[in-house]
């Protein structure tokens, strides 16, 4: 069993920029890919951004691509998610996943283990 745990989420301005973390328990961090998605109010889940077990490959939605950094440190079984520029479209509670994923990272249901979720709120 593996738990997630985000953090980082707040309230800035437009413009501006917030780093999430995500923490996974185990010893098999190292062994999972690990994404972000987000979901708005009234609206479905949606991907974010996505990394590959070893970190070499990223993916991301095109709305925040430039923006938008993943990053993963295998040594502290942790995932980031740098957002620079953000935007009130952002607004969102941000989940972090992990699961055995080899292509297909934008979905959902192939990451079997979920957190909580993070509020992230930009203001205009």
């Known amino acids: 069993q593996v738990q997630v745990v985000e953090s980082g989420g707040g309230l800035v301005q437009a413009g501006g920029s917030l780093r999430l973390s995500c923490v996974a328990s185990?010893?098999?961090?190292?062994?999972?890919?690990m994404g972000w998605f987000r979901q708005a109010p009234g609206k479905e889940r949606e991907f974010v951004a996505a990394?590959?077990?070893?970190?070499?490959?990223?993916y991301y939605t095109d709305s925040v691509k430039g923006r938008f950094t993943i990053s993963r440190d295998n040594a502290k079984n942790t995932v980031y998610l740098q957002m620079s520029r953000l935007k009130p479209e952002d607004t969102a509670v941000y989940y972090c996943?992990?699961?055995?994923?080899?292509?297909?990272?934008?979905?959902?249901?192939?990451?079997?283990?979920w957190g909580q979720g993070t509020q992230v709120t930009v203001s205009s």
């Open positions: 990394i590959s077990v070893s970190g070499s490959r990223t």
């Open positions: 185990g010893r098999t961090f190292s062994s999972y890919a």
């Open positions: 996943a992990a699961g055995n994923v080899y292509i297909d990272y934008e979905v959902s249901y192939k990451y079997a283990y």
